[in-house]
T-cell receptor
Framework: EAGVTQFPSHSVIEKGQTVTLRCDPI?????LYWYRRVMGKEIKFLLH????????ESGMPNNRFLAERTGGTYSTLKVQPAELEDSGVYFC????????????FGPGTRLTVL | AQSVTQLDSHVSVSEGTPVLLRCNYS??????LFWYVQHPNKGLQLLLK??????LVKGINGFEAEFKKSETSFHLTKPSAHMSDAAEYFC?????????FGKGTRLHILP
């Protein structure tokens, strides 16, 4: 069974540009989560999808971040325009059930904004 | 409010000696607690979880953790470290639909 995959693995962009990160969850997992780890800090929750609906997006830092999950399969996280403080590793996770159960994590996308 | 404190950012042990990674938490409810491990260039992998059943939880690769409510702790242990255990470890609290990560402890194994 394929695990959670994320694309790209690395992205280096200039401040002001747009970047789109993609996450493919494990097939059949209704729950999809995005997290971010800024260098030297803890991993922080960004948002949670149940199928195609946003269950909780309280962790999204500001309106430059837009997450979508059309059709309840893969998800994208767009940053527009990117700022220096957006640099970090963005993790995606999926699970068949809710927060009280194991989440399966992807390897992350390392975003560097110059 | 929830919080998770991993008391050590780095821990170094010799191969074959015991491992102790410390985690304290605060929670208003009855949380679920997890330990995840991240090896370089890999995703986070679940080591073990506590969800209000037995207080001593056994995980993969010989790791275990004990939930101590009176001490609000969930320390991770392993009797004998192996070189392959070198990685970063995260203590995680989950309650009422919210997940909080500790800052991580990087475990170094000395030959």
């Amino acid at each position: 069974e394929a695990g959670v995959t994320q694309f790209p693995s690395h992205s280096v962009i200039e401040k002001g540009q747009t970047v789109t990160l993609r996450c493919d969850p494990i097939s059949g997992h209704d729950n999809l989560y995005w997290y971010r780890r800024v260098m030297g800090k803890e991993i922080k929750f960004l948002l949670h999808f149940v199928k195609e609906s946003k269950q909780d997006e309280s962790g999204m830092p500001n309106n430059r971040f837009l997450a979508e999950r059309t059709g309840g399969t893969y998800s994208t996280l767009k940053v527009q325009p990117a700022e220096l403080e957006d640099s970090g590793v963005y993790f995606c996770a999926s699970s068949p059930m809710d927060f009280y159960n194991e989440q399966f994590f992807g390897p992350g996308t390392r975003l560097t904004v110059l | 409010a929830q919080s998770v404190t991993q008391l050590d950012s780095h821990v170094s042990v010799s191969e074959g000696t015991p491992v102790l990674l410390r985690c304290n938490y605060s929670s208003s409810y009855s949380p679920s607690l997890f330990w995840y491990v991240q090896h370089p260039n890999k995703g986070l992998q679940l080591l073990l979880k506590y969800t209000s059943a037995a207080t001593l939880v056994k995980g993969i690769n010989g790791f275990e953790a004990e939930f101590k409510k009176s001490e609000t702790s969930f320390h991770l242990t392993k009797p004998s470290a192996h070189m392959s255990d070198a990685a970063e470890y995260f203590c995680v609290v989950s309650e009422i639909g919210r997940v909080i990560f500790g800052k991580g402890t990087r475990l170094h194994i000395l030959p």
